[in-house]
T-cell receptor, first 113, second 114 residues
Framework: KAGVTQTPRYLIKTRGQQVTLSCSPISGHRSVSWYQQTPGQGLQFLFEYFSETQRNKGNFPGRFSGRQFSNSRSEMNVSTLELGDSALYLC????????????FGPGTRLLVL | SQQGEEDPQALSIQEGENATMNCSYKTSINNLQWYRQNSGRGLVHLILIRSNEREKHSGRLRVTLDTSKKSSSLLITASRAADTASYFCATEGGRGSTLGRLYFGRGTQLTVWP
């Protein structure tokens, strides 16, 4: 099976712009979670989608949003980018049940100038 | 907070030695997982241990879980230079948490010298 893929891998944006990141889960997985990783805050949970519905949400401002499509692919969007949004954005997929392994993609590294 | 805390923050050893990393957490959990990350890339799942398990093995990895002390340890035996990476513990579940959400610690940076 192919692993979790994320596109693009690298992105440079300027303050005020918006960005859309994409995640394709492992085939058959219905849950996609998004995490932000920064040196200062570590790995922070953004949100989780299961069967096209947001099931969990972390403590991030409304500028961060996401969605999931019927094929389980997910996108996250960040509007009005700030310098502090520079980070590695990781998505993870799983079947969506409890007690499961989450499989992570390689991440999208976003730099906001 | 449910977030785990790894100890030590950094560990430097020679090839062939064993590496032990510890993780402590604050609330009850359903399971605890260990992940490895190489140089800011994606996380690779290493092992999952459920709250009713005390020890698990996978190749050169040995994980223990003590729910009474709310702690876990990851032992890598006979370390290799390729084991150089950051290691994270992540907890799932328990009171006050939500399904499918992992709480990560800050990680232990392991360096294995040839």
């Amino acid at each position: 099976k192919a692993g979790v893929t994320q596109t693009p891998r690298y992105l440079i944006k300027t303050r005020g712009q918006q960005v859309t990141l994409s995640c394709s889960p492992i085939s058959g997985h219905r849950s996609v979670s998004w995490y932000q990783q920064t040196p200062g805050q570590g790995l922070q949970f953004l949100f989780e989608y299961f069967s096209e519905t947001q099931r969990n949400k972390g403590n991030f401002p409304g500028r961060f949003s996401g969605r999931q499509f019927s094929n389980s692919r997910s996108e996250m969007n960040v509007s009005t980018l700030e310098l502090g949004d520079s980070a590695l954005y990781l998505c993870a997929s799983s079947l969506g049940l409890s007690q499961e392994t989450q499989y992570f993609g390689p991440g999208t590294r976003l730099l906001v100038l | 907070s449910q977030q785990g805390e790894e100890d030590p923050q950094a560990l430097s050893i020679q090839e062939g030695e064993n590496a032990t990393m510890n993780c402590s957490y604050k609330t009850s959990i359903n399971n605890l997982q260990w992940y490895r990350q190489n140089s800011g890339r994606g996380l690779v799942h290493l092992i999952l241990i459920r709250s009713n398990e005390r020890e698990k093995h996978s190749g050169r990895l040995r994980v223990t879980l003590d729910t009474s002390k709310k702690s876990s340890s990851l032992l890598i035996t006979a370390s290799r230079a390729a084991d150089t990476a950051s290691y994270f513990c992540a907890t799932e579940g328990g009171r006050g948490s939500t399904l499918g959400r992992l709480y990560f610690g800050r990680g232990t940076q392991l360096t294995v010298w040839p």
